[in-house]
């Protein structure tokens, strides 16, 4: 199968697509930001990568949510479940992670299918 | 390929399936009980899923576990060694992460194959 | 699609390959080094691995990486960049968590495709 990958620098890809499944580097939102905005544009960044890969929000296979503070839970799922198209949702699991700068909040890493 | 969801709430599946992949989410025992006994509740709900996937706990290719204490690393192994089928180890890593809930103290995240 | 696993222990498979696609334990360094040291070591372990696996470091789709202390994200990204073959960079995501000894500063856990 072909590997594919895009936005590439020296340190990672942001897409990479094996044959019919596509990786995303963990997103994140803005540093400094509330939990709920930096979901938002975490997932906003998403789907402007799924489009690039010629995926969708509605063909994600799997979500790692990494929450930098577990009390952000409600706040970060809130935005979530209004953002995942109905009866599309991915397997998902969502564990406590400090995260490369202490002023983010949650970072998503996404498992899609190519449409 | 195709993609199959089952169980599928508003926040995710409990099971989606992408050609021959399956990846489910991420599993947890009963809170407040012991590492052990956690653990024991979360392989068993992960074959009850792995079955209704047409998997089985004999084609998982690779499993995440997150430990909300550390310290629990060898009961929580106890566990998993006497159930993994002799031979058909998944690929493994294991984290400590503070799960959604305190008082949950193992979660374990699946990918596996179909039969 | 066929399932082959190497390095199988009672616990975990240090490779198991799913058709085109190969999953990694989560490689270590040497307990009690530098976290450079570290990610060198296991860096080079996992080419070992990559290679048995009949895949390559040009070849890996995704790489999340756990570091039990974000406080040594840059020497571990030191060594990463250095690593990773130009223009061949996975998805990659890095978070923080414990891992199974104290000593232990980074762990890597690789999905590689075959080549």
Redesign the interface.
């Known amino acids: 199968?072909n590997?594919e990958?895009a936005e590439?620098?020296?340190?990672?890809?942001?897409?990479?697509t094996?044959?019919?499944?596509v990786?995303?580097?963990?997103q994140v939102g803005v540093a400094g930001e509330s939990v709920a905005d930096q979901t938002r544009e975490c997932l906003r960044r998403t789907e402007v990568l799924l489009e690039q890969a010629g995926s969708s929000p509605k063909?994600i296979?799997?979500?790692?949510i990494?929450l930098a503070d577990?009390g952000d839970?409600a706040e970060m799922?809130g935005v979530?479940?209004a953002w995942?198209p109905?009866?599309?949702?991915?397997?998902?699991?969502?564990?406590?992670?400090?995260?490369?700068r202490p002023e983010l909040l949650v970072?998503i890493?996404i498992?899609a299918?190519k449409v």
Chains 1, 2, 3 share one sequence.
């Open positions: 199968m590997i990958r590439t620098s020296e340190r990672m890809s942001k897409i990479v094996h044959g019919d499944t990786y995303l580097c963990g063909h296979l799997q979500a790692i990494w577990m839970f799922n979530w479940d995942v109905q009866g599309h949702a991915p397997a998902r699991a969502c564990g406590e992670a400090k995260l490369a970072e890493i498992t299918a």
